[in-house]
């Protein structure tokens, strides 16, 4: 990966390597995108306070998450058709975060599905669940995801109807591609891209098709979505499902105080500020708006992660200063992804650290547990939630 210095180099070289359809399908979000942009926007206003003289030599990235020791404050987090950017992709970047001692976590819109990833990998990984109108199904993907030995359960809850993305419906993205005109010439120009996909163990949505009764050839991510997404689910789902669970749970797509408070007072063991990458609700609030509130009500209680716009290290820096204990990232490792197979998502990852390194470095802090909001520009005030949000959270469970 030459002449690679950024998450931005990575998108683009990631553009040229796979088909449009795919690639806007990661890269989107809904509808005008105002959310998409906050994202990144609100982000970048945040200013960092430089310090001097401060002996940084001894920094270290480490830290722990439901009892989980991690090389570095970030998780991979769900993203679906990770195998539309690259072969075997949910395969491939579960590797490298493995390699790199991060968590990873399997979406159930995947191409590999929950038992090739085992297969694949060989150690255990997150596991993002989707609640459908049968809950047999969902009952049955647990199941699974626990004889895989996934030890977290990522409850996405913001996604009981789908926000319509413009750029997905004007491409006619479907999985595998329709042999359209224009499909078929933009997969000409991409043979890296065909070989690694024709050679993949999975073309389709790996945790659905041939496991639900007329599904066995779904191709289509929105039909799928609008037919089997559930608009009546409840907090009365949330807490069939954490009985049924055995391990930890995550809760991911709060953006809310009064929301992220019924989550804990059911038993999350942590929850994950999120407008889904912009995906949903557009115009909503960006979640580096929301997260300081939603750690300050409830960071005492469980543990808070963030996601949303995560480009660089000093956007790491400057959730977990506002009251995150970590960071999902998905576009970042999935332009990776798409830019060079297992390679570009360890690329990705070593980026985001070198940055947090030197982010951390010439803000005088050493350990991840010491960064709060005196390294905001005026963030004496955020201080507080800061500790409230590093406080110990509830021992997690035993794997399972």
């Not at 088909?19 to 906050?38: C, H, I, K, N, V």
């Not at 009500?297 to 716009?309: I, P, R, Y």
């Not at 005088?364 to 201080?383: H, L, P, Q, S």
Request: glycine share 10%; proline share 4%; hydrophobic share 45%.
């Amino acid at each position: 990966m030459k002449n690679i210095a950024s998450i931005d180099d990575l998108r683009t070289l990631a553009r040229r390597r796979v088909p449009r359809a795919f690639f806007e399908y990661a890269d989107s979000g809904s509808y005008s995108e105002q959310t998409l942009r906050a994202n990144r926007t609100d982000l970048e206003a945040i200013k960092l306070r430089q310090r001097v003289l401060v002996d940084v030599s001894e920094r270290s990235l480490a830290t722990t998450i439901l009892g989980q020791k991690l090389a570095a404050p970030l998780i991979l987090a769900p993203i679906g058709l990770c195998g539309m950017q690259h072969g075997d992709g949910e395969i491939l970047a579960a590797r490298a975060a493995n390699a790199a001692g991060l968590p990873f976590t399997l979406s159930t819109m995947s191409i590999c599905s929950i038992e090739q990833v085992a297969e694949g990998t060989g150690q255990p990984f997150w596991f993002q669940l989707y609640v459908i109108r049968d809950r047999g199904f969902s009952k049955a993907l647990m199941e699974r995801a626990i004889a895989a030995k996934c030890n977290t359960l990522v409850l996405t809850v913001d996604l009981q109807v789908l926000g319509q993305r413009h750029r997905d419906v004007k491409n006619g993205m479907t999985v595998p591609p329709e042999f359209r005109i224009k499909n078929v010439i933009d997969i000409a120009t991409k043979p890296a891209w065909a070989w690694s996909v024709l050679n993949a163990k999975s073309w389709t949505f790996g945790n659905i098709s041939g496991h639900v009764p007329g599904m066995e050839n779904v191709n289509s991510l929105a039909k799928w979505t609008n037919d089997q997404f559930d608009p009546g689910l409840s907090w009365k789902d949330v807490e069939w499902i954490k009985n049924y669970w055995p391990g930890n749970l995550v809760i991911k797509g709060l953006l809310d105080v009064e929301d992220a408070k019924t989550a804990v007072k059911l038993g999350a063991d942590a929850i994950v500020v999120s407008n889904h990458g912009g995906r949903q609700l557009d115009g909503t609030s960006s979640s580096i708006a929301m997260l300081p509130r939603v750690a300050d009500a409830v960071g005492n209680d469980t543990e808070v992660l963030f996601d949303g716009g995560i480009r660089t290290g000093a956007d790491i820096m400057r959730a977990i200063a506002l009251g995150a204990r970590a960071c999902l990232i998905g576009r970042s490792y999935i332009y990776g992804l798409g830019a060079g197979g297992q390679a570009g998502v360890a690329k990705a990852i070593d980026i985001l650290e070198k940055e947090l390194s030197v982010t951390m470095a010439l803000t005088g802090v050493n350990k991840i547990a010491d960064i709060d909001g005196r390294v905001i520009e005026g963030g004496a005030a955020k201080k507080k939630v800061a500790k409230v949000a590093k406080a110990k959270a509830p021992k997690p469970k035993a794997s399972a």
